[in-house]
């Protein structure tokens, strides 16, 4: 079975540039998470989605920041404009129920995003 | 704000021997449980969960959970030079969302 998959796998911009991040999550989980860790800090919980809804965004930084998982399938990290703040490792997780219980989360790989 | 809280090492443990690595938590409502390994420029694996208190064993792997105590630890029995690497921390809470300790570092010494 395949894992959860991003693109790219390292990504480096200018301010002011936009970024998109894609997240294929594990065939079947409806849960889709983004996180990031920025140098030195944990994990940081960004948004989840459920399907093709975003069931908690309270850890989107900025209006910079929008996601999108059209037809409840892959999704999208857009960020626009960068800024140097955004520099980091941006993760995503899978999960086949969020309901506690079932909702062991599966990484990817991640996309290391430099900003200068 | 609640944290989850893991001393960040690095713990060096002799090959052979058990590693005993700790975390805790501030919600006491938190629900769910988790161990992940991290090794040095890759992304976490996810290796232990537990929901319940009292112990869980997967092969070398036993994870600890006294909700009482806010307190959850995975052991690593018969350490390898493998396992060396961050293992983070994750308590899902009662608002549903993970949060994650910073990681400790684990070096097993050959």
């Known amino acids: 079975e395949a894992g959860v998959t991003q693109f790219p796998s390292h990504s480096v911009i200018e301010k002011g540039q936009t970024v998109t991040l894609r997240c294929d999550p594990i065939s079947g989980h409806d849960n889709l998470y983004w996180y990031r860790r920025v140098m030195g800090k944990e994990i940081k919980f960004l948004l989840h989605f459920v399907k093709e809804s975003k069931q908690d965004e309270s850890g989107m930084p900025n209006n910079r920041f929008l996601a999108e998982r059209t037809g409840g399938t892959y999704s999208t990290l857009k960020v626009q404009p960068a800024e140097l703040e955004d520099s980091g490792v941006y993760f995503c997780?899978?999960?086949?129920?969020?309901?506690?219980?079932?909702?062991?989360?599966?990484f990817g790989p991640g996309t290391r995003l430099t900003v200068t | 704000q609640k944290e989850v809280e893991q001393n960040s090492g690095p713990l060096s443990v002799p090959e052979g021997a058990i590693a005993s690595l700790n975390c805790t938590y501030s919600?006491?409502?938190?629900?769910?449980f988790f161990w992940y390994r991290q090794y040095s420029g890759k992304s976490p694996e996810l290796i232990m969960f537990i929901y319940s208190n009292g112990d869980k064993e997967d092969g070398r792997f036993t994870a600890q959970l006294n909700k009482a105590s806010q307190y959850v630890s995975l052991l690593i029995r018969d350490s390898q030079p493998s396992d060396s690497a961050t293992y983070l921390c994750a308590v899902r809470g009662r608002d549903d969302k993970i949060i994650f300790g910073k990681g400790t570092r684990l070096h097993i010494l050959p």
């Open positions: 997780a899978s999960s086949q129920s969020g309901l506690a219980g079932g909702d062991e989360q599966y």
């Open positions: 919600d006491r409502g938190s629900q769910s």
